[in-house]
């Protein structure tokens, strides 16, 4: 069997004296779209947070491509082929859309690549070649989130870790941004790892799902049978159906169809 490129086993991670994260595991296949859902709170952007550096879990192991990833800076999580776009999109707010994406691409060297890609992100978002020249701060939310993806691209990433891509977005510039992730995984056979509020756009998109609550991984499966449940049609997905439970703890599994 293929060794996932990211496995997680069994990872706990705290913030201060609170468990944030609890005994998760899971595998993220090379090529691949993997989706993690929850409510607001259950853990997901810790479980990115703790994958990429910027929280150092206290148990468990986190293996990238071969690489042990628990005690890793960012910038060396970066340097293996891993980025981030964080919930909130944080770009620099005082650099041009240009220099945006040129910070995207700070360790790397082949300079005539670079800016191949950079074309590449703005046939990718057309609205960043327009604002080429722009400060970050004026654009719109939604132009953000591009600039913010497209930054995160720049470094050639093997794996994508994206949190909340759709947040405060309208219905249109949710579905643009989503139809580029699928491009992007697509042409590129890039490796994603979704958080999203926007269960039905994720369950769409993705080929692979897990379910947290209150910092535990409870269910998983392939997404399309995820869609299908009837616990997440009707607490993630807002479809009551007839002889539903009142009560949404499960004990954790997988769904096969």
């Keep these: 069997m293929t060794e996932p490129l990211l496995s997680l086993r069994n990872v706990e991670t705290y913030y201060g004296p609170v468990l ?9 296949p090379e090529s691949s779209i993997v989706t993690l859902l929850g409510s607001n709170g259950a853990g997901k952007s810790t479980v990115l947070k703790s994958i990429s550096g910027f929280v150092e879990p206290q148990k468990g192991t986190i293996r990238f491509a071969g690489h042990d990833l628990i005690g890793r800076e960012p910038n060396a999580t970066v340097g293996l082929g891993l980025s981030h776009v964080p ?3 944080e770009v620099f707010p005082f650099l041009s859309v240009r220099e945006n994406l040129l910070m995207g691409a700070f360790a790397r060297r082949d300079r005539d690549a670079v800016r191949v890609d950079m074309e590449r992100m703005c046939d990718y978002f057309p609205i960043l070649r327009e604002r080429r020249e722009q400060p970050a701060l004026s654009l719109s939310g939604g132009e953000q989130q591009m600039l913010a993806i497209a930054r995160a691209l720049m470094a050639r990433p093997r794996l994508l870790l994206l949190d909340e891509p759709s947040l405060g977005l309208s219905p ?4 643009e941004i989503f139809a580029i992730v699928r491009r992007v995984n697509v042409e590129a056979g890039m490796t994603i790892l979704l958080v999203e509020q926007n269960a039905n756009k994720a ?9 947290m609550e209150v910092g535990r991984i ?3 499966g392939r997404a399309c049978d995820l869609a299908n449940k009837a616990d997440i049609r009707e607490f993630y997905l807002g479809v009551k159906e007839q002889g539903a439970r009142g009560a949404h703890r499960w004990k954790r599994k ?4």
Excluded: F, H, P
Aim: proline share 0%.
């Design 172 to 175: 249109r510039l949710v579905g």
């Design 254 to 257: 997988k769904l096969w169809r």
């Design 218 to 220: 409870v269910m998983e």
């Design 20 to 28: 944030a994260i609890q005994g998760v595991s899971m595998d993220v």
């Design 203 to 211: 369950l769409e998109l993705a080929d692979y799902g897990y379910v």
């Design 87 to 89: 919930e909130g999109r």
